[in-house]
DNA sequence: GACCTCCGATGAAACGATTTAGACACGGAC
DNA sequence: GTCCGTGTCTAAATCGTTTCATCGGAGGTC
């Protein structure tokens, strides 16, 4: 007897309705749903008919309430428009899907508030546990994450004294392999185009350029700094004009970037302004993502392992939850420079 | 009175701990969270330091099993390493984050087993609403959705006698375009690169190249169609492959490719066969996503407008959530050619 | 035929919030 | 002194599922 759509709300099913149609009392059903074993065939049958009847869909939020666990993760997202953000979802994705797990994502966009909000309400939802991006490592809610229960896992940024796992990728070092990369091209010029200095990774990968720069002897002042509002493609092509607005003496030869979406907006921005790359301005990017290969130049670029990094973390969220005896880990990861047209020529 | 975590599970306070704490019963305690204005002042500020010094977090499972609502929608995307969908779903995100609703996002990457597990998961979650850029828009997956309550709006395809809403851009007059453009510059034997056929997309667009090229009274074995596993970049690449590898006489001096990936693929490999771009080989992409402006060449593009999809289609949803009389909606944009260097030079 | 086992099915009690009807106290008005 | 209204707060029922102690009956053993 399959239900009509009365004229009133249509409520969905619930197990007593499937028992009663059944003919079963509701432990039955429920034993079907999570013991099918235990109940004998013809019996799980005539449940089973009965739940097609009558478009059983079982109540998530029933569910989990008398479990107290949810089938779901979540990654929090610094920037889902930015591909090398979305490579690590899937590493992520990956890892849930093996372990039977469905995975929620969210995009905090770079916006504090908007993370926070996204973080109350997993929370709430009780997943089992979130991986993030976050917009500030040190966000004292995050603490409260897990000082409340649910386990947390930082990816693409590490954290001081950690209670947390961690994913990372050594942005110091990769700033550093930019910018030598670029010394040894026989740049004396160079511009280091940053997002804003609240971004942990712009930080980082500003440091190592500056320890590069240093340790090479070369004079501070030659190593300018663009601090960009965010870093996205249209933030590099405004930094593009920037740099022509230098005067000829002060302009730099070469320019790193702190990430593929500041580097392909800044070369664009160049080349459209009748400039060529790497003949007027060498550029190094960030991230390598798909699209750096096949760039107007080819970018050269800082690869990080970004499935990998994805994959890891959340084996470690997995492990944390699973596991009692778990132990928080600090996974680095090394970057490592991939050369291309951008810089490759006459420098 | 903190709560130091025992030894045991830090099971987390409930309202029920919160009540006792604050000296209160239960019911205000809800108040307190539900309708503040009921309880007086002093009341409420016992109850919510109570609720600060415990760590209270408001358990969503049972207060959605009693509401019978939960405050989420979601997204499944078809490929969220494709930049036009990321866009699509900013623009949804918009739309619910003004509207106080959070969002989920889930991938399919293609694939219909994916993201049938994806719809079960969001019914047994009682998600609001459901917005979907399916697999296959004819799935009786999404029928049995909307039959059980759940409200979809099926996003950048249409679907035939709908009792869907749906938000999309008219593929067959983009595939047009493109191929109108191409033999207005003069080319006489064009290549349609598209990805599986099972992807609607991809047969409109074609579809819309196949008529332009009737209409112009061209021979049709003069329109190639080269079928790719998947759009993505990839098979970009291995399709520019396989035109090198076509008999003088018959290769192509253009190719319209389905979307974005596939031609920025085809772009990189041609230019690193050492053949020139527009002049051995025009392309046109389809989406205009950002990057493809910033490509080697940049390159010829049928725009969508990506976010006003997604807007739109939130709004959509949103009505058929909020709305008793709603209305089913078929909404379509229409889309925009972008002519750039891939196509513009000598032909 | 009495007794024991074991399998399958049962029913009630939880899970943590919301909701509703009603209790209680406190003033003010007559 | 009684009555009533108002403003707060309480107690109990409820949402749909899982779990656990229990019960009935079929089959086997002596």
Redo the contacts between chains.
Sequence with gaps: MAIT?GAGT?R?ASVKDVAATAGVSLGTVSNVLNRPDRVSRTTRERVERAMADL?F?????????RTGS???LAYVMLD??N?FF??V??GI?LAA?SAGL??????S?GRSA?EG??LA?L????VQGILITPVDPDDPQLD?LI???TPVVIVDRTRAGSSFCSVAVDDVLGGRLAVEHLIDAGHKRVAYVGGPESIGQVRDRGEGARQAWAEAGLPPEDLITLSCEAPT?ACGRAAGERLVGLPARRRPTAAFCANDLLA??L??QTISGGRTVPGDLAIVGYDDI??A??????LTSVRQPRQDLGRRAAELLLDEVGDPTHEHEQVVFTPELVARASTLGRP
């Design positions: 759509p249509p969905s478009g869909v079982r109540n998530e939020s029933a569910r989990s309430l949810t089938q779901s889902a428009g591909p979305t490579d979802a899937r994705e899907e469905s995975l929620f994502l969210c995009n966009d908007r909000a996204h309400h929370q709430q939802q009780r409260q000082e409340r229960g493609v392909l907006g070369l664009q798909e699209f290969a096949a760039a107007a130049v080819p």
